[in-house]
Antibody, heavy 121, light 114 residues
């Protein structure tokens, strides 16, 4: 059974940093692209970032480019999202998602339950 | 990149059928769209991918046969037959624009079961 468990969310001040983690199990982690999608309170889904199975290539939404960094440790079956220079508009539930393939292109066939990030002073 | 438009709400009676629509912006009629179900307080769940020829690939795990899709022109449809209480959810559509490098979502449709 595929399981994705996010952690690391919390309250952070504007300009601060946070690192999210996503522990994966139930599949061969290194052979699938993984991504982050966020959902602001009462809003729709917004794609944040994706990384290929090997970790060699990553892509970012314009809204987070230069501030967020996606990475993965295939030996630990864990996906990360380092978030720097956080803004109030980054407040959202962040979901970890598994892609159907190694290089992205979707769909995201499994999702975690999410972790809430609140950026506020 | 495409813009995906979804009506904000829909409703249907228990046991009835409903069709949800996701409309691609002009010029993107060849794009495939992914449907996701999100129950209250839960993470999204993949339903299925749809192109102009219908379903692409397989349904998501545990998606019942009551769920089906069609694609026509700029529209991608998700039909749910014999609606159950458990189908009350937000339904999101998404489309990939560039091999995973730029994914866009519609605003979501909240389905209420009456």
């Amino acid at each position: 059974e595929v399981q994705l468990l996010e952690s690391g969310g919390g309250l952070v001040q504007p300009g601060g940093s946070l690192r999210l983690s996503c522990a994966a199990s139930g599949f061969t982690f290194s052979t699938y692209a993984m991504g982050w999608v966020r959902q602001a309170p009462g809003r729709g889904l917004e794609w944040v970032s994706i990384i290929t199975g090997s970790g060699a290539t990553a892509y970012y939404a314009d809204s987070v480019k230069g501030r967020f960094t996606i990475s993965r440790d295939n030996s630990k079956n864990t996906l990360y999202l380092q978030m720097n220079s956080l803004r109030a508009e980054d407040t959202a539930v962040y979901y970890c998602a598994k892609d159907l393939g190694e290089y992205g292109g979707g769909p995201f066939d499994y999702w975690g339950q999410g972790t809430l990030v609140t950026v506020s002073s | 990149q495409p813009v995906l438009t979804q009506p904000p709400s829909a409703s249907a009676s228990l046991g009835a059928s409903v069709t949800l629509t996701c409309t691609l912006s002009s010029g993107y009629s060849n794009y495939k769209v992914d449907w996701y179900q999100q129950r209250p307080g839960k993470g999204p769940r993949f339903v299925m991918r749809v192109g102009t020829g219908g379903i692409v690939g397989s349904k998501g795990d545990g998606i019942p046969d009551r769920f089906s899709v069609l694609g026509s022109g700029l529209n991608r449809y998700l039909t749910i037959k014999n609606i159950q209480e458990e189908d009350e959810s937000d339904y999101h559509c998404g489309a990939d624009h560039g091999s995973g490098s730029n994914l866009v979502f519609g605003g979501g449709t909240k389905l209420t079961v009456l």
